[in-house]
């Protein structure tokens, strides 16, 4: 693995370690890079630290506005992440809100 790589899990885990007391923690998935990235490195933390016993909740919101394609695609990354943190010995669940109505109708 590239040195700058390991270095910048290195300090993401610094990070994640702050919720090392923590029993439930919550991420904001949007489906975007950004938060793909957080799952994968939350998911990554625990597998890495052996860590047991947290509560992960992914929250995500369905806009309405969204393409199908990409709807689909947020919808079955968070199944299939909810399910590798669970072989940790952790719990996860998707919690998905939608709107009334979607953003379009509101303007």
């Known amino acids: 693995m590239n040195k700058v790589l390991e270095q910048k899990i290195k300090e ?3 990070v994640l370690d702050l919720f090392m007391m923590e029993k439930n923690i919550s991420i904001a ?3 975007g890079k ?4 957080l799952c994968i490195l939350v998911y990554n933390w625990l597998r890495d630290r052996n860590i047991k016993g947290k509560n992960i909740i992914i929250i995500h919101n369905d806009t309405l506005s969204e393409l199908d394609l990409l709807e689909n695609y947020a919808r079955s990354f968070m199944s299939k992440i909810c399910e ?10 998707v ?3 939608r709107p009334e109505h979607n953003f379009y109708w509101r303007v």
């Open 12 to 14: 993401s885990y610094k």
């Open 29 to 31: 998935f949007s489906g």
């Open 34 to 37: 950004d938060s793909t990235l």
């Open 84 to 93: 590798l943190i669970k072989e940790t010995g952790n719990e996860c669940e």
């Open 95 to 97: 919690l998905i809100t």
